[in-house]
């Protein structure tokens, strides 16, 4: 009985079960369409969101009279104007867009030597250590961790009152374009370093042992061999890390404390503030083509990286 | 500056050649298991070493060692005369085929050649024309411009050996580049190191698992067991010499028959006893030869015994014996047969039958005889 138990598990009768039943549900001859059928539930969100859009771009053409607060009947492209012209909205766009560069070049920077130690040391001590180090700020969340940082930085914050210790007037570290641009970063290194560690796992440890006896020292090593084969994960993190720097809403809000607004403060500000709701939709369609031209530029400059999912042109 | 401390034997003999390297009781430790124990020998300049042995024997160990990627625990190593514990990899003269090639994919099989170059400083103006060169030399003639996965398997071999070789090192170091190729492309691969080898005159270690690729390519090949090396010899002597029964059991096909010791010669000659049979043979290994009464065992390969369907085709042999066939292996250029032997407690011997066509088929189950010489057999204690 025992034998014949562990021969044939009871996990194999349960899944003879399940197939029994996905087999009556499901006849073979559907089998053709078992693969649309998996896909359809991402299909619906998809298109739901490409309904979306065409919604916001209906409304994006509508003006808001301020009068009667009521929405034109006739399409206009006045938002556009408007959000073209209008100084507050380009120093926000402008802002947004260098703060999405300036984040994505030192996340990449300090994400590298993480994920290449996490990847390569011997210890499986470190490497644990390393990856719930990793992982920690995603169970706290975006909106914690921005206020804990004001706890920190604030005016009566550990930072200043360290700081006053050693005899150092207190500084306003927050509130201001370097807290945002720090606080975008610390969010965003674990998804640099989790897109980077896969990307380095690729590389063999047997070609930096090759180029070491070939006559490579390891900063050589490193710029000959290590960084061109990691690129593929260089522009999967950095496409990752632009985009969600790009289109960041807490991080400005909390940090910036209203006034470093990045594009998605200001969306939020014309729906829910002046009820613009034709005004935001048209900062979200040119925010949503200002990411779609970077993210293609990043692709035709560099190829799809990770996303292209090995099928890359080299 | 201190001056490098010199091997003493550098200039040593060995046929009065310069030797290359001196490895000098050299042992590894990993966490307290001796991967590599006390390990010694010279290699003179010019010469093809084999490091034989099967997996977790420690050749691979003692091949990183002389590569400068791991420390030996003790003893130390010499390349040219000068001690070279403390130099790290890239400022070694060595050149080295991995197991799994290691070409940097991104590179061009010329870029691939070229990058030692580059990575030495060598005048640019004369890196095309150096690394054309290599690629002749390997008959990778024009292929410079393909990318790796663009070659085959033997390409890239091609490629490794020019890589490794491009930059004149003083030693070339070939980690099992062949394991994973098929038979054929193997055994060419293996004369093409060896017609590149003898070309250039470089001093080369090989590791490997392979005996045949041991036996075929190497002036001299080192048998590693447990981290210890069981005997250096030219491979003639390796096969036809073996120093104790892991040697002999190693390479070739060999058959063991365990018996007391009932008496040995001043001439080498022993005669052990097995139940009531009585075996000659020669000492195996003269630095730890059988002692009288003592247990030892007798070797004798599968290809110097003969078969015969009757004894009296056996009579001028020295010793025969009767058994039955209990299988037949049919290997294409000979057949195997392996025989139960009554006198040795059913044992099984192999035997080779080098020529099936031109002689009779034994078929299982058939009585047999088989015979050989006393001096082809060798006792072991």
Same mark, same amino acid.
Request: glycine fraction near 8%; proline fraction near 5%.
């Given at each position: #009985?025992?034998?014949?138990?562990?021969?044939?598990?009871?996990?194999?009768?349960?899944?003879?079960?399940?197939?029994?039943?996905?087999?009556?549900?499901?006849?073979?001859?559907?089998?053709?369409?078992?693969?649309?059928?998996?896909?359809?539930?991402?299909?619906?969100?998809?298109?739901?969101?490409?309904?979306?859009?065409?919604?916001?771009?209906?409304?994006?053409?509508?003006?808001?009279?301020?009068?009667?607060?009521?929405?034109?009947?006739?399409?206009?492209?006045?938002?556009?104007?408007?959000?073209?012209?209008?100084?507050?909205?380009?120093?926000?766009?402008?802002?947004?867009?260098?703060?999405?560069?300036?984040?994505?070049?030192?996340?990449?920077?300090?994400?590298?030597?993480?994920?290449?130690? #996490?990847?390569?040391?011997?210890?499986?001590?470190?490497?644990?250590?390393?990856?719930?180090?990793?992982?920690?700020?995603?169970?706290?969340?975006?909106?914690?961790?921005?206020?804990?940082?004001?706890?920190?930085?604030?005016?009566?914050? #550990?930072?200043?009152?360290?700081?006053?210790?050693?005899?150092?007037?207190?500084?306003?570290?927050?509130?201001?374009?370097?807290?945002?641009?720090?606080?975008?970063?610390?969010? #965003?290194?674990?998804?640099?370093?989790?897109?980077?560690?896969?990307?380095?796992?690729?590389?063999?440890?047997?070609?930096?042992?090759?180029?070491?006896?070939?006559?490579?020292?390891?900063?050589?090593?490193?710029?000959?061999?290590?960084?061109?084969?990691?690129?593929?994960?260089?522009?999967?993190?950095?496409?990752?890390?632009?985009?969600?720097?790009?289109?960041?809403?807490?991080?400005?809000?909390?940090?910036?404390?209203?006034?470093?607004?990045?594009?998605?403060?200001?969306?939020?500000?014309?729906?829910?503030?002046?009820?613009?709701?034709?005004?935001?939709?048209?900062?979200?369609?040119?925010?949503?083509?200002?990411?779609?031209?970077?993210?293609?530029?990043?692709?035709?400059?560099?190829?799809?990286?990770?996303?292209?999912?090995?099928?890359?042109?080299? | 500056?201190?001056?490098?401390?010199?091997?003493?034997?550098?200039?040593?003999?060995?046929?009065?050649?310069?030797?290359?390297?001196?490895?000098?009781?050299?042992?590894?430790?990993?966490?307290?298991?001796?991967?590599?124990?006390?390990?010694?020998?010279?290699?003179?300049?010019?010469?093809? /070493?084999?490091?034989?042995?099967?997996? @977790?024997?420690?050749?691979?160990? =003692?091949?990183?060692?002389?590569?400068?990627?791991?420390?030996?625990?003790? @003893?130390?190593?010499?390349?040219?005369?000068?001690?070279?514990?403390?130099?790290?990899?890239?400022?070694?003269?060595?050149?080295?085929?991995?197991?799994?090639?290691?070409?940097?994919?991104?590179?061009?099989?010329?870029?691939? *050649?070229?990058?030692?170059?580059?990575?030495?400083?060598?005048?640019?103006?004369?890196?095309?024309?150096?690394?054309?060169?290599?690629?002749?030399?390997?008959? /990778?003639?024009?292929?410079?411009?393909?990318?790796?996965?663009?070659?085959?398997?033997?390409?890239?071999?091609?490629?490794?050996?020019?890589?490794?070789?491009?930059?004149?090192?003083?030693? =070339? =170091?070939?980690?099992?580049?062949?394991?994973?190729?098929?038979?054929?492309?193997?055994?060419?691969?293996?004369?093409?190191?060896?017609?590149?080898?003898?070309?250039? @005159?470089?001093?080369?270690?090989? *590791?490997?698992?392979?005996?045949?690729?041991? =036996?075929?390519?190497?002036?001299?090949?080192?048998?590693?067991?447990?981290?210890?090396?069981?005997?250096?010899?030219?491979?003639?002597?390796?096969?036809?010499?073996?120093?104790?029964?892991?040697?002999?059991?190693?390479?070739?096909?060999?058959?063991?028959?365990?018996?007391?010791?009932?008496? *040995?010669?001043?001439? @080498?000659?022993?005669?052990?006893?097995?139940?009531?049979?009585?075996?000659?043979?020669?000492?195996?290994?003269?630095?730890?030869?059988?002692?009288?009464?003592?247990?030892?065992?007798?070797?004798?390969?599968?290809?110097?015994?003969?078969?015969?369907?009757?004894?009296?085709?056996?009579?001028?042999?020295?010793?025969?014996?009767?058994?039955?066939?209990?299988?037949?292996?049919?290997?294409?250029?000979?057949?195997?047969?392996?025989?139960?032997?009554?006198?040795?407690?059913?044992?099984?011997?192999?035997?080779?039958?080098?020529?099936?066509?031109?002689?009779?088929?034994?078929?299982?189950?058939?009585?047999?005889?088989?015979?050989?010489?006393?001096?082809?057999?060798?006792?072991?204690?």
């Amino acid at each position: #009985m025992r034998a014949a138990r562990t021969a044939y598990p009871l996990k194999w009768r349960i899944m003879d079960a399940l197939e029994g039943i996905a087999a009556a549900i499901w006849p073979a001859r559907f089998r053709r369409a078992t693969p649309y059928l998996m896909l359809l539930p991402a299909v619906l969100l998809v298109g739901l969101l490409v309904l979306g859009l065409i919604q916001i771009a209906d409304a994006s053409l509508r003006t808001l009279d301020t009068t009667t607060f009521q929405f034109s009947d006739d399409y206009s492209i006045a938002n556009f104007r408007r959000a073209l012209t209008e100084p507050l909205f380009l120093v926000v766009a402008q802002r947004s867009l260098v703060a999405a560069l300036i984040v994505t070049a030192v996340t990449l920077v300090f994400a590298f030597p993480y994920a290449y130690l #996490m990847v390569r040391t011997r210890s499986p001590r470190l490497r644990k250590f390393l990856l719930i180090a990793l992982f920690l700020p995603f169970f706290i969340g975006q909106v914690v961790r921005a206020y804990g940082w004001l706890i920190i930085l604030g005016n009566q914050g #550990m930072v200043n009152e360290a700081l006053g210790l050693i005899g150092v007037a207190p500084m306003r570290l927050i509130y201001n374009y370097p807290a945002v641009l720090f606080g975008l970063v610390q969010y #965003m290194l674990p998804f640099a370093v989790l897109m980077l560690a896969p990307a380095l796992t690729a590389i063999p440890e047997e070609l930096e042992a090759a180029a070491g006896s070939l006559g490579a020292n390891w900063v050589r090593t490193f710029i000959h061999v290590v960084l061109p084969l990691a690129r593929p994960g260089f522009i999967g993190a950095g496409v990752v890390v632009l985009t969600l720097s790009l289109t960041d809403f807490a991080v400005p809000a909390i940090l910036g404390g209203g006034s470093q607004d990045f594009i998605a403060n200001a969306i939020y500000d014309q729906f829910f503030r002046t009820s613009d709701q034709g005004l935001g939709a048209t900062l979200a369609l040119m925010l949503v083509a200002l990411g779609s031209i970077l993210v293609g530029l990043v692709f035709a400059l560099f190829g799809a990286g990770t996303l292209a999912m090995g099928r890359s042109r080299a | 500056m201190q001056e490098p401390f010199r091997a003493g034997a550098s200039r040593e003999a060995e046929g009065g050649r310069e030797i290359a390297v001196t490895v000098r009781n050299v042992g590894m430790d990993f966490d307290g298991i001796h991967a590599v124990k006390n390990a010694s020998f010279d290699l003179p300049k010019g010469r093809f /070493l084999t490091i034989l042995g099967p997996s @977790g024997s420690g050749k691979t160990t =003692l091949l990183r060692m002389i590569a400068g990627f791991q420390t030996p625990s003790s @003893g130390e190593i010499f390349i040219n005369g000068e001690a070279v514990s403390a130099v790290p990899p890239h400022k070694r003269s060595i050149g080295m085929v991995f197991q799994r090639l290691a070409l940097f994919p991104h590179m061009t099989a010329a870029e691939n *050649v070229a990058f030692p170059l580059k990575m030495r400083r060598r005048d640019a103006r004369t890196i095309p024309e150096r690394v054309e060169r290599y690629l002749a030399l390997v008959r /990778l003639g024009g292929y410079g411009g393909r990318r790796i996965h663009e070659l085959s398997g033997g390409q890239q071999q091609r490629v490794a050996i020019a890589r490794a070789l491009v930059f004149e090192p003083d030693l =070339l =170091l070939l980690d099992e580049p062949l394991a994973a190729l098929d038979r054929k492309l193997r055994e060419e691969m293996q004369l093409e190191f060896r017609r590149i080898q003898r070309e250039l @005159g470089v001093t080369t270690i090989n *590791v490997t698992h392979d005996q045949r690729e041991a =036996l075929v390519v190497s002036d001299d090949i080192v048998v590693m067991d447990q981290g210890e090396i069981q005997q250096k010899a030219r491979p003639i002597h390796t096969y036809r010499q073996p120093r104790n029964a892991f040697v002999a059991n190693f390479i070739g096909v060999t058959n063991f028959i365990a018996g007391t010791v009932r008496s *040995v010669s001043e001439g @080498g000659d022993v005669s052990i006893l097995r139940g009531a049979l009585t075996l000659a043979g020669k000492i195996g290994d003269p630095v730890n030869p059988p002692a009288e009464g003592g247990k030892a065992s007798g070797a004798i390969r599968a290809e110097q015994i003969r078969l015969a369907g009757d004894a009296a085709q056996l009579s001028k042999l020295d010793c025969v014996l009767a058994g039955t066939v209990i299988d037949t292996i049919f290997e294409g250029e000979r057949m195997v047969y392996e025989v139960a032997c009554a006198a040795i407690g059913d044992e099984v011997i192999r035997v080779f039958d080098h020529d099936p066509a031109a002689h009779k088929q034994f078929d299982i189950g058939e009585s047999v005889f088989l015979g050989w010489n006393a001096r082809d057999m060798l006792v072991f204690r």
